[in-house]
């Protein structure tokens, strides 16, 4: 991912959806359920990450499982959504 510009886009919907405009990962989409607990990052067509967040927690965590293994990439991929997701999240606050 060096050197690539890509912008995260936040869609309204019911749940939350955020998605990657440009570079290597376009079209990539992060998904959550309404109570944002659960996420998805998928991209074409392939489950990149998967995260759960942990109700009883004083902060806002998360466990993160990378699905994609086969590109080294995706890990920073999943990183900068999830850090997108938490901002979002702690703005909503």
Same mark, same amino acid.
């Given at each position: 991912? #060096?050197? +690539? *510009? /890509?912008?995260?886009? $936040?869609?309204?919907?019911? %749940?939350?959806? *955020?998605?990657?405009?440009?570079?290597? /990962? #376009?079209? !990539? *989409?992060? %998904? @959550? $359920?309404?109570? #944002?607990?659960?996420?998805?990052? =998928?991209?074409? @067509?392939?489950?990149?990450? +998967? !995260?759960?967040?942990?109700?009883? %927690?004083?902060?806002?965590?998360?466990?993160?499982?990378?699905? *994609?293994? =086969? =590109?080294? =990439?995706?890990?920073?991929?999943? !990183?900068?959504?999830?850090?997108?997701?938490?901002?979002?999240?702690?703005? +909503?606050?």
């Amino acid at each position: 991912m #060096d050197g +690539e *510009t /890509f912008v995260l886009q $936040n869609r309204l919907a019911l %749940s939350r959806i *955020t998605e990657v405009r440009g570079g290597r /990962f #376009d079209g !990539a *989409t992060l %998904s @959550g $359920n309404l109570l #944002d607990l659960k996420f998805r990052i =998928d991209h074409g @067509g392939r489950l990149v990450a +998967e !995260a759960e967040g942990k109700i009883l %927690s004083p902060h806002q965590a998360h466990v993160v499982h990378i699905r *994609t293994v =086969d =590109d080294p =990439d995706a890990e920073q991929l999943a !990183a900068l959504m999830m850090i997108d997701l938490l901002i979002q999240m702690r703005e +909503e606050m």
